[in-house]
């Protein structure tokens, strides 16, 4: 928890010290109102004060470099320079930013790159809710009103347990206390871990207590962007399927099956029909469940720029991975590795399913009014074009969530406003797929369901824009699980899910093991192309004690070793 009893030491330090400086001043030089923070009495006695506190807990204090350009955190990484697909078969970050050394197996206790935030920032958030928590019902506003306000605070605090919960398994669960810096903090109840189980299931209750006073809808445009109930009955959609699945095992598939139910009964989601690449550019739409939206007055990490290829001036940020390509299907719904497939390897990116190319840059992409040049000799987004730094490491740059029309140059200011989906309704017909066939099979229609596993799947492959085929009619429950893993793997892609999706299936010894893949790619006379394979990040690997993040060194001592490490650190 983020309340070191040794930077607390050093702050009184600096104080002392810097009291004997002016220990020759008069006192009055000292007794000094603060004028760049709002004080507790503030809070606790305005309740407009209090409306913009309780706002402002749905962002997070930057405490790592590279955490965003001009806006704090949200509750994901999302829109940030290294994606949390760079961790994963997804992608690589072009420049490392703290994300090699968990491609590389270096995790520890003292360096966990860009995971080093992760318990610091939530117990925060935690704490954070608590006191609001605390101060709520002393304030003078209608009941109705506090009912709204109790469900957010109680969603985000849900929200900053599932970032615990999944990145560390069972964590300290602190209930509404409001931890001090003049309480005990040896105390050992402060560091007790609880089981998965239990963490689970205190979730569960509190989200289950959020949704039931939160709105349906958001009204007015103050509250866009906020919770509602269908955005706590998704947090629990995910965690149920969590929680049923083989690295937790602490949960059943029937629970996660009545948890996604929960949220498509609310008839208030669908399957966005403008488009799968314009989804990620449009506020509001009618498949975006949670999402953070952002105005010119909050720019985050201007995409075209951190993502694009080095021709245009784009710095090849989150650069995917041939690991990532070869697992689109082709557009007839087969894999590249079925012979009757149609694939060509002359010609790699032809008649693939369309999710890839709105996903991923490749050779030959139509780009800005252009199309990308990755090949060599004289690619303009090669190592032969400008700025060859920039230049992607694998082949292949990133094309979800970039909108073409935010200009890719000096974009300050004038690009960035894209939404980041927190939960749309993509991923609960997927929770409900999967959970639907691990507990009935692929063709069963749950009670209560108005379709099965297979049908869910197929609403999403049919979505305008992608058209893919149907499944086949008559696939096992194997082949189903395969099935869905491969549509959350490309429908879900860049999205935060992929680390966590190979973890809770215990793949990620397979997955993260293969090495980190690119292509050359050289243009011959004739102007056709050759595709050779590469090594695009050298040394991945994944250890068994990988599964789970090692709680931050400091930590553990700040507890005075009383918190337990994760194994095999």
């Known amino acids: ?162 970032d615990l919960i999944r990145n560390y398994g069972g964590v300290v669960l602190m209930g509404d206390q409001v931890v001090d810096l003049t309480d005990n903090l040896q105390d050992p109840a402060l560091y007790k871990r609880a089981s998965l189980s239990d963490c689970m299931k205190y979730v569960y209750a509190q989200l289950d207590d959020a949704a039931s006073k939160l709105p349906v809808d958001n009204s007015g445009t103050w509250q866009l962007g906020r919770a509602t109930k269908g955005a706590a009955l998704a947090l629990k959609s995910r965690l149920t399927l969590y929680a049923a699945s083989p690295l937790y095992n602490v949960g059943t598939w ?30 509001e739409t009618n498949e975006a469940i949670f999402e953070r939206l952002y105005t010119k007055n909050a720019p985050h990490t201007a995409l075209e720029i951190a993502n694009g290829p080095n021709g245009y001036g784009g710095w090849a940020g989150n650069s995917p991975l041939q690991n990532l390509v070869d697992d689109y299907e082709m557009d007839n719904g087969k894999p590249i590795t079925d012979p009757t497939s149609g694939y060509n390897a002359s010609t790699p990116y032809v008649h693939r399913d369309p999710r890839f190319s709105m996903t991923v840059l490749y050779n030959g992409s139509s780009y800005r009014g252009s199309t990308v040049d990755s090949y060599l000799p004289g690619g303009k987004d090669s190592n032969d074009g400008p700025s060859n730094w920039n230049t992607t490491k694998t082949g292949y740059y990133l094309r979800k969530f970039e909108n073409d029309a935010y200009p890719l140059e000096n974009p300050w200011g004038n690009s960035g406003f894209q939404p980041w989906i927190y939960f749309r309704y993509a991923e609960i017909l997927l929770n409900f797929a999967e959970a639907a066939n691990e507990a009935y099979g692929p063709d069963a229609i749950p009670a209560g369901s108005s379709f099965s596993a297979a049908q869910a799947v197929n609403m999403i492959r049919s979505r305008t824009g992608v058209n893919m085929p149907a499944l086949p009619a008559g696939l096992s429950q194997s082949q189903m699980r395969d ?81 337990q490490q994760n194994p095999g650190y």
Not at 271 to 280: D, E, P, T
């Open 1 to 162: 928890m983020k309340y070191n009893k040794s930077s607390y030491v050093k702050y009184l330090l600096i104080m002392i010290s810097g009291m004997s400086a002016l220990s020759a001043c008069k006192k009055d030089l000292l007794n000094v109102t603060p004028t760049d923070r709002i004080s507790t009495a503030a809070i606790e006695s305005d309740t407009t004060i209090f409306e913009a506190y309780v706002t402002n807990r749905y962002i997070g204090a930057k405490l790592q470099d590279k955490e965003g350009d001009g806006s704090n955190p949200g509750f994901g990484r999302g829109f940030e320079y290294s994606m949390w697909s760079s961790v994963t078969d997804e992608s690589i970050y072009n420049n490392d930013d703290n994300t090699w050394l968990m491609q590389r197996g270096q995790l520890a206790p003292e360096n966990l790159g860009i995971a080093g935030v992760l318990w610091g920032r939530s117990y925060r958030s935690i704490r954070e809710c608590n006191y609001a928590l605390s101060v709520l019902p002393k304030l003078s506003m209608s009941a109705g009103h506090k009912t709204h306000l109790e469900g957010e605070l109680k969603f985000i605090r849900a929200f900053r347990y599932q």
């Open 483 to 563: 099935a869905v893993r491969y549509e959350r793997r490309v429908e879900l892609a860049f999205e935060e899910h992929r680390y966590y999706d190979v973890r809770r299936w215990k793949i990620a010894d397979v997955t993260e093991n293969k090495p980190a893949a690119g292509v050359i790619i050289t243009k011959k006379s004739d102007g056709t192309f050759t595709y050779t394979p590469k090594v695009a990040l050298d040394g991945r690997l994944f250890l068994q004690q990988h599964y789970w993040l090692p709680i931050p060194r400091t930590e553990i001592q700040a507890s005075n070793n009383q918190l």
């Open 254 to 283: 029937q629970d996660a099956v009545t948890a996604a139910q929960a949220v498509i009964s609310l008839n208030k989601y669908g399957i966005y029909q403008g488009g799968y690449g314009n989804l990620f550019l449009t506020n």
